[in-house]
């Protein structure tokens, strides 16, 4: 699938720079960093670790400001994009209430839940779903991730890969606009990662969602659509044939 100039992107990052520290300590975590993504795409960023794909995805998420540039969403009424970092706090909340899902590398699940009420809360309390259609939506969703069998257990009792798949449903289960994916299939073996990356095509694809996955394993290149290498904080897209299909 290809995507180019006649298509409105769907979220476009501007010139972005972020620091951390100062002085003798500071490292420049993204150099000018300016990338369109569109509906339907699936993007593949790599890099070395500490290269800043962390960063670069929690900037255009909306949990971390730039200390310059802009992220323009085309998802408000607005015909104009709209800069997410000009927003207030709440409104910038709201947009990723409604619009962003984010599988984080750490997982970051609650540990006081079961695996099905992570996905529930998400329903429940950000898309107001009832409570029984979002135990029937959560369980849907983690049958298809193959951990249904699990989903009475905290965290503490799953293994690596069984959180990651929760995470994984906690992020699409709301059926977001933009899946940011921070090395979504770090802990499964390749035919668990292969399940994911369909789930993750399947949204883009079916549903007009806008994927932006980190990963250093190239066996996902044939799955995406465009392929970035981030390298000390400088992103460049790689040459077509490395990611088309
Ligand atoms: N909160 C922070 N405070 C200080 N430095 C930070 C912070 N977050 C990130 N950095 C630094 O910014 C650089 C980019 O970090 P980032 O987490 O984005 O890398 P990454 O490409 O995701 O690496 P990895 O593949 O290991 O996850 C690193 O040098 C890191 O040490
Ligand atoms: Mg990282």
């Not at 620091?19 to 993204?30: E, R």
């Not at 947009?95 to 099905?116: D, E, K, M, W």
């Not at 983690?142 to 293994?159: C, D, F, T, W, Y």
Request: hydrophobic share 40%; charged share 20%.
């Amino acid at each position: 699938m290809t995507f180019g100039s006649q298509e409105q992107p769907s979220l476009s990052a501007v010139r972005l720079m972020r620091t951390f520290g100062d002085g003798a300590q500071q490292k420049i975590a993204l150099r000018e960093v300016s990338v369109d993504m569109y509906p339907g795409q699936v993007a593949l960023l790599m890099g070395p670790s500490g290269s800043g794909k962390s960063t670069l995805l929690a900037v255009l998420s909306g949990l971390l400001p730039p200390d310059s540039g802009q992220v323009l969403t085309h998802v408000s009424k607005s015909p104009a994009p709209v800069d997410i970092w000009a927003l207030s706090q709440k409104e910038r909340e709201e947009f990723r209430r409604a619009h962003v899902g984010f599988i984080f590398q750490g997982y970051n699940l609650f540990p006081a839940l079961t695996a099905s009420q992570q996905l529930e809360i998400v329903l429940k309390w950000g898309c107001n779903v009832g409570p029984r259609d979002a135990r029937r939506q959560a369980e849907e969703m983690l049958e298809r991730l193959g951990v249904i069998s699990q989903r009475h257990k905290k965290p503490a009792e799953l293994s690596g890969g069984e959180k990651q798949r929760v995470a994984i449903g906690r992020a699409l289960v709301k059926n977001p606009t933009y899946l940011f994916a921070d090395e979504p299939t770090s802990a499964l073996d390749w035919e668990n990662g292969q399940g994911v990356l369909q789930l993750l095509r399947d949204a883009a694809h079916d549903r007009n969602a806008t994927i932006f996955i980190v990963s250093h394993d190239h066996r996902m290149l044939p799955f995406v659509d465009v392929c970035y290498q981030l390298e000390d904080g400088k992103l460049e897209r790689q040459a077509a044939d490395v990611a088309t299909h």
